[in-house]
């Protein structure tokens, strides 16, 4: 499994897969869900409206958005945010199945509010469990997979540092994992 932070910021660029987690107070999105709710035309913000989004603990949803020609895949993160690590695990091991499970290969991250843990602290190495557990049950089809997270320069090297520190702490258990930091320059040839 390869993980990319990269040091560009969405706007930079528009990847054709992504994740994007929503939970907390949906209306009107915020962050990062904002910034995608408003390149796809409020499509997300509608959804909220009609009922067919809640973000729930466990909702998934998939959006397609015609002018963006993008699949944007939604998590449900509840209404407690930053949701609390169990939840992060639990998230993170559905994220990639489903993924696994949809012929996935590469997918942008989007890390708010996804990595956002409790007390405002990175929570990388607590999806990264969540990732490892999740990579126990879907085998051989995970090793290739990538994960490639945007975010902005000093918010990449944090987010990098907190997948590091995980992968240290989880020791063998996360053999296999690559880790990476790019600068934005060579995002744009993503």
């Not at 040091?7 to 992504?18: E, I």
């Not at 209306?27 to 904002?34: D, F, I, L, M, N």
């Not at 998230?91 to 990639?96: D, H, K, S």
């Not at 405002?120 to 051989?140: I, M, P, Q, T």
Request: charged share 25%; hydrophobic share 40%.
């Amino acid at each position: 499994m390869y993980i990319d932070v990269i040091a560009a910021p969405l706007d930079d660029f528009w990847p054709g897969v992504f994740i994007l987690g929503l939970g907390g107070n949906l209306r009107p999105p915020k962050g990062a869900p904002g910034l995608v709710d408003w390149r796809v035309g409020g499509a997300i913000s509608a959804m909220i409206r009609n009922g067919k989004l809640s973000a729930g603990v466990g909702e998934q949803t998939l959006l397609w958005s015609h002018k963006r020609k993008s699949k944007i895949y939604l998590f449900g993160l509840g209404k407690r945010i930053p949701p609390h690590n169990d939840q992060t695990r639990k998230i993170a091991g559905q994220i990639l199945s489903s993924l696994i499970k949809a012929g996935e290969r590469q997918t942008v991250l989007i890390p708010d509010p996804l990595l956002t843990g409790p007390g405002g602290k990175g929570s990388e190495g607590v999806f990264l469990e969540g990732l490892l557990l999740a990579r126990e049950e879907d085998g051989d089809k995970v090793g290739e997979f990538r994960f490639i997270v945007p975010a902005g320069t000093k918010e990449a090297e944090e987010v990098h540092e907190g997948f590091r520190r995980g992968i240290l702490r989880l020791g063998q258990s996360a053999e296999g994992v690559k880790l990476s930091l790019m600068q934005g320059q060579f995002a744009l040839q993503y």
